[in-house]
């Protein structure tokens, strides 16, 4: 039989957005999932925010991979991998210049509301919120409803690639309030540098369309993707997939 891993996205994908995971779900991954394939999870955000989302305890016994920050940061089998990091890469000089361009820029947007953290610095990317990570949950509800109507967050990324197109940089849309900014090439594709020895690497993920955090990932030649609405949507896909591994099986 083939060897296969599933792959998947945090937020929109295995939980709602910055919450913890379905019990339901979780117990399949664990109890079924696990015992017919190798697991692994890929978020944008650092390794405490996945922690908090998937239950800490145990997580890292729980998958074969864990990827924080699309892979910059990275676990497999519960040891960390060598890692890169954004400033080694733009420079301090550079980076300066950019962060100052883009809280000078948030501090002259007129929005609704906004709360605190615009820019969260992580290991290989730059996450930027221009309505604030720290609003509530409701608030988060409410500024995704207006960058709908609104396009904030495109806006926001298109002056920036005026002001900076000298920068190779990515800009991705992921989430309620926020995107991120990385070197090109350090989308979630980065990660699977360190996945070796697969057959099938299924993908999946919410955010897969053109300026998704997803979508480069879900495009890939190397992923077989998996395009979902949910958690809920996960857990029925993967029933899904285990009915067509267990049909194989039977075929042989």
Known sequence: MSKIICLFDVDGTLTEPQQEINVNLDKYIQDILKKQVDIAIVGGSDINKIKCQLNQENLFKKYNYIFAENGLVAYKN??????????????????????????????????????GTFIEFRTGMLNISPVGRNCTKEERKRFNK???????????????????????????????????????????????????????????????????????????????????????????????????????????
């Open 146 to 252: 207006y960058d709908t109507e609104n396009q904030i967050r495109e806006k926001f990324i298109q002056a920036i690639k005026k002001e900076f197109p000298h920068l190779l940089l990515t800009y991705s849309i992921g989430g309620e309030i926020s995107f991120d900014v990385f070197p090109n090439g350090w989308d979630k594709t980065y990660c699977l540098r360190h996945i070796e020895g697969y057959d099938e690497i299924h993908f999946f993920g919410d955010k897969t369309k053109i300026g998704g955090n997803d979508y480069e990932i879900y495009e890939s030649d190397l992923t077989i993707g998996h395009r979902v609405t949910g958690p809920a949507d996960t857990l029925r896909q993967l029933k899904i997939l285990i009915n067509l591994i267990n049909e194989k099986k039977m075929q042989r």
């Open 78 to 115: 519960n040891q960390k991998l060598q890692s890169e990091t954004i400033q080694s890469v733009i420079g301090e000089e550079k980076l300066q210049d950019f962060i100052n361009f883009i809280l000078c820029y948030i501090s002259e947007l007129k929005l609704p509301f906004k709360r």
